[in-house]
Each structure stands twice: as C-alpha cells, then as structure tokens.
C-alpha cells in the first residue's frame, strides 16, 4: 500500500511538473508572438537617412517584404539600384545595381551633350573637318559617333552623349 501512495505521488509529480513546463512554454511562445508583432520598425525618415549615408539619390519604392526586411528601390543618377534594410535596426542586407536593359529615346535626359558640343570635343582629340554625326546606341547607353577627315583619313571619335567624355576613336579608312 505504501508503494502504491509513493508511485501515485510520484506520478502526480511528474503529471504537474510537466504540466508547469508546458505552461511556461505556452507562455513564452505566446510572449515571443506578441514581441514579434509589436515590434518597432524603421520609420521612411530612417529609411531615407540610412540610403543617404551610403549613397546619394532618391527613394521610388519601398516595400515590406515577408521576412520583416524593406526592399528599397533607389534612383541615383537614372541608375536604379535594389537596397534591402532589415526592419527593426536598419542595417542594410543587400545591395545591387538593377542591371536590365532600357532603351532610352535620344530625347531623355540620357542626352545631354549637344550635336555642335560633340563635334567640338571629338575635334579637340582628332583635329580635321567634320564630316557626320550620329546619335547611335552603344553598350547600353546613347553616344555620337563623329567621322572626322584628316589626312586623307576618317577617324570615327565616339563621345558619351550624356557625359560628353571621348570614349574612343577608330582609326579609320583612308579617303
């Protein structure tokens, strides 16, 4: 009878103890849901401060995504870059450069070297006449491709329409 007592408060023991350890958890799992979904996040004024200190430019989009991280979308320059910021300490996880291919119109502000400051400049690298100009498209950004006779040769200057460096020159055919 004595051993039936001892196992039987043995038992009921056990059955509490557990039954403490489940509640607790229940408790802290409940605590730890509640501290989730309360939590503070960086606000767009943050968000604009944290992009500013690593670059300049200006924010298009931001979104939150499911894993509680901003996916912050920057213009710099008509350069678009990806930026994703952990939510609640603002710490930058990643950032890339959008490399897709847009083809802008000569008219965009792509464009801001003029036909007459294109022929200047590829005349100040190759001295000569000019003889064409044309506003062609090359490795994804819009350039003038200048043909200059000197020496009874044509030289094709390439200008950055945009920046207005000389990009290249080809030596070209003899006239």
Known sequence: MKKTILYSTF???????????LEKVES???KAEVDHMTATFVD???LQAIVASYMHGSIEEIVLNQHR?????????GEMFDVVIDSQNGQIRSFSRREEHIVQKPNSRA???EQLDAIELALETVPGDPEQIE?????QKWVYQVAIKHDNRTFN???DAYTGVVLDVNHGQES
Do not use: H, P, W
Request: aromatic share 6%; no cysteine; glycine share 6%.
């Open 11 to 21: 038992i009921l023991g056990a059955v509490f103890g557990i039954s403490n350890q």
């Open 28 to 30: 802290e799992t409940k």
């Open 69 to 77: 991280q901003y996916e912050v979308t920057v213009d710099q320059d």
């Open 111 to 113: 464009v801001t070297i």
């Open 44 to 46: 767009e004024e943050e």
């Open 157 to 159: 200057v390439i200008v």
């Open 135 to 139: 506003l062609i498209e090359r490795d």
